[in-house]
């Protein structure tokens, strides 16, 4: 069964770290900003100083996604 809460990063209290594309170690989180989008999040690398900016989005449910299919391809949904 699809899970009915998405995973948003911008509700989680920790962010991953991501690979740095300088030097391959692990760039750690420094910044969160709310926007209207999501959240705008600053990434830096302790080893060579390297910084990166992405910005995440809200996420649909896997529920949401499933229905989406369901009605486009016609499924009729079981009750419960
Ligand atoms: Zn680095």
Same mark, same amino acid.
């Given at each position: 069964?699809?899970?009915?809460?998405?995973?948003?990063? /911008?509700?989680?209290? /920790? /962010?991953?770290?991501?690979?740095?594309?300088?030097?391959?170690?692990?760039?750690?989180?420094?910044?969160? *900003?709310?926007?209207?989008?999501? %959240?705008?999040? @600053?990434?830096?690398?302790?080893?060579?100083?390297?910084?990166?900016?992405? /910005?995440?989005?809200? *996420?649909?449910?896997? %529920?949401?996604? *499933?229905? !989406?299919?369901?009605?486009? @391809?016609?499924?009729?949904?079981? !009750?419960?």
């Amino acid at each position: 069964m699809a899970s009915r809460d998405p995973f948003n990063i /911008v509700e989680s209290p /920790v /962010v991953a770290s991501i690979p740095c594309i300088g030097c391959g170690n692990n760039m750690h989180c420094i910044r969160r *900003q709310q926007v209207t989008a999501g %959240e705008v999040q @600053l990434f830096m690398c302790a080893a060579c100083g390297n910084s990166s900016e992405r /910005v995440v989005g809200m *996420q649909e449910s896997d %529920e949401d996604i *499933q229905s !989406a299919i369901e009605k486009s @391809l016609g499924i009729a949904r079981k !009750a419960g």
